[in-house]
Structures are given as structure tokens and as C-alpha cells.
């Protein structure tokens, strides 16, 4: 069965001596991957189609198993992002947590428009790692533990919000945080950030312009609390660690 499809090329794997297995995030299938026979050689068009972070339409044949792409064209490069060692740290991470969460076959228009968006505002010069901390909390929401943000987590919806627990994993009150023992401390700031950053379509934000220290509190609050509640192992996120500590 051949299928015409659009999507975003997640990652490559190489598969004998000269193809590569990819998989992709389709906005008619959702994620799914195949094998793209001559990618290996420099000079193909498979090589050219099946780079990292390529949105293109492709022409697959799908099966029970592994698909075989036949066909591919290019609708936006994301160049940018392969040229610049920390956006393709950035993305890599936001496409392998993506593959991490979502069931294979499984198609959703708003997880592929976030996807794009997201990847479209990196390579045109938004800030990666505010782009990236959205991005992973909507993943939060399709995986099912996404934090508790618009009340304190105990029912308490008429007292202040004072800190983010990860045991209890959401926002505490000012009563409840004389409880916890481990939780970051809130400003009423960077507490409306984070649920914006969580309940909003990038789509729909244009100024991103938010400071690197408030980056940094939260990128350390979501690792946390990924630890505990997301358990899954992301091995370009210690890539992208590295690279931080270069700066």
C-alpha cells in the first residue's frame, strides 16, 4: 500500500551498508519509520530527503512492519537548525521525546503542529531553549503526567501559590509548603509563565523574550520533575547538557 504523506524526519539510523532507517512524524500516521534504500551515499536523493529535522512529503509503502520510502521532496529544509551544533541539541531532544511518548500509527494534527511550529521558530532565530521547555510540557500532557499548575494540588483554590512540589508534583499553596520537602520556591511571575508555557499553542506566542535566569529555574524544576513522573531515558538530553556546559 502506497501512501503520499507529509512529515518531519525525527531521526536516522543507519540499516546495512547503504540505507537508513527513519523515522518520521507524519501528520496522516503519526509516527512511523522506514527504511530509505541508498541514503548512505552522499550523492543520492534518499541523502538529500531523509536529513534530520526535514519537513518534506514522501512516498511510502507502509506495511505491518518497517515502510520503504520511495519517493521525497522537500518543503522546508531546517537547514539553520543542522548548521548550529546547540539548535540541533535542542531539537534532537524535543524529537526524541516526542518519539519516546506518543504510540507509533497514533496521528494528531495539534502534536504535528506544535512539532513544526516549534522547529519553524527555532530555525528562524526564537530562543531554543524557551521553545524547547513548551514543547516538553505539551509532550507531559500526551504522556499523561503533565504537573498540576492552575491550583494548589491539595484542593486548597482560594489560598495563594507559593512553590512547585515534585513529590506531589504540582503547585503548593502558602499553607501547603510548610509540609513539603522538596519543592521550588514560585514568584507569582514565574508561576503564570510556566502554566503559559503549558497551556499555550506556540502558535499563539510571538514575544518569547523571557529572562535566561527564569529559563534556567525552570529547565531545573522540569528535570526534576521528568526524573520521577517521565522515567524514560533521553539520550540526546545529556547531549544537550554538555553542550550547556560549554557556554
Same mark, same amino acid.
Not at 69 to 89: K, V, Y
Given at each position: 500500500?502506497?501512501?503520499?504523506?507529509?512529515?518531519?524526519?525525527?531521526?536516522?539510523?543507519?540499516?546495512?551498508?547503504?540505507?537508513? !532507517?527513519?523515522?518520521?512524524?507524519?501528520?496522516?500516521?503519526?509516527?512511523?519509520?522506514?527504511?530509505?534504500?541508498?541514503?548512505?551515499?552522499?550523492?543520492?536523493?534518499?541523502?538529500? !530527503?531523509?536529513?534530520?529535522?526535514?519537513?518534506?512529503?514522501?512516498?511510502?509503502?507502509?506495511?505491518?512492519?518497517l515502510g520503504t520510502i520511495h519517493q521525497g521532496?522537500? !518543503?522546508?529544509?531546517?537547514?539553520?537548525?543542522?548548521?548550529?551544533?546547540?539548535?540541533?541539541?535542542?531539537?534532537?531532544?524535543?524529537?526524541?521525546?516526542?518519539?519516546?511518548?506518543?504510540?507509533?500509527?497514533?496521528?494528531?494534527?495539534?502534536?504535528?503542529?506544535?512539532?513544526?511550529?516549534?522547529?519553524?521558530?527555532?530555525?528562524?532565530?526564537?530562543?531554543?531553549?524557551?521553545?524547547?521547555?513548551?514543547?516538553?510540557?505539551?509532550?507531559?500532557?500526551?504522556?499523561?503526567?503533565?504537573p498540576v499548575l492552575d491550583t494548589c494540588v491539595?484542593?486548597?483554590?482560594?489560598?495563594?501559590?507559593?512553590?512547585?512540589?515534585?513529590?506531589?508534583?504540582?503547585?503548593?499553596?502558602?499553607?501547603?509548603?510548610?509540609?513539603?520537602?522538596?519543592?521550588?520556591?514560585?514568584?507569582?511571575?514565574?508561576?503564570?509563565?510556566?502554566?503559559?508555557?503549558?497551556?499555550?499553542?506556540?502558535?499563539?506566542?510571538?514575544?518569547?523574550?523571557?529572562?535566561?535566569?527564569?529559563?534556567?529555574?525552570?529547565?531545573?524544576?522540569?528535570?526534576?520533575?521528568?526524573?520521577?513522573?517521565?522515567?524514560?531515558?533521553?539520550?540526546?538530553?545529556?547531549?544537550?547538557?554538555?553542550?550547556?556546559?560549554?557556554?
Amino acid at each position: 500500500m502506497f501512501e503520499k504523506v507529509e512529515g518531519i524526519v525525527l531521526r536516522t539510523k543507519d540499516y546495512g551498508e547503504t540505507n537508513k !532507517i527513519v523515522t518520521l512524524y507524519t501528520k496522516e500516521f503519526g509516527l512511523i519509520s522506514a527504511v530509505a534504500r541508498g541514503a548512505k551515499k552522499s550523492k543520492s536523493r534518499m541523502a538529500a !530527503i531523509t536529513q534530520p529535522f526535514i519537513y518534506g512529503s514522501f512516498l511510502i509503502q507502509l506495511g505491518k512492519g518497517l515502510g520503504t520510502i520511495h519517493q521525497g521532496e522537500i !518543503i522546508h529544509s531546517m537547514r539553520n537548525i543542522r548548521e548550529d551544533i546547540m539548535l540541533t541539541a535542542y531539537v534532537s531532544y524535543m524529537c526524541e521525546l516526542l518519539s519516546k511518548i506518543v504510540n507509533e500509527r497514533e496521528p494528531s494534527k495539534h502534536i504535528f503542529d506544535e512539532l513544526y511550529v516549534s522547529l519553524e521558530r527555532v530555525s528562524e532565530g526564537d530562543p531554543p531553549q524557551a521553545i524547547t521547555l513548551m514543547f516538553e510540557l505539551k509532550m507531559y500532557y500526551v504522556g499523561g503526567f503533565a504537573p498540576v499548575l492552575d491550583t494548589c494540588v491539595n484542593g486548597h483554590d482560594d489560598r495563594p501559590i507559593a512553590a512547585f512540589s515534585i513529590t506531589e508534583g504540582g503547585v503548593i499553596c502558602d499553607q501547603c509548603i510548610y509540609r513539603a520537602e522538596d519543592y521550588f520556591k514560585l514568584t507569582p511571575h514565574i508561576h503564570k509563565i510556566i502554566k503559559l508555557m503549558s497551556q499555550t499553542s506556540i502558535k499563539r506566542i510571538r514575544n518569547l523574550n523571557i529572562k535566561k535566569k527564569t529559563l534556567v529555574f525552570i529547565r531545573e524544576l522540569l528535570d526534576q520533575y521528568y526524573d520521577r513522573f517521565g522515567g524514560m531515558p533521553i539520550k540526546s538530553k545529556r547531549f544537550l547538557d554538555q553542550m550547556h556546559l560549554l557556554e
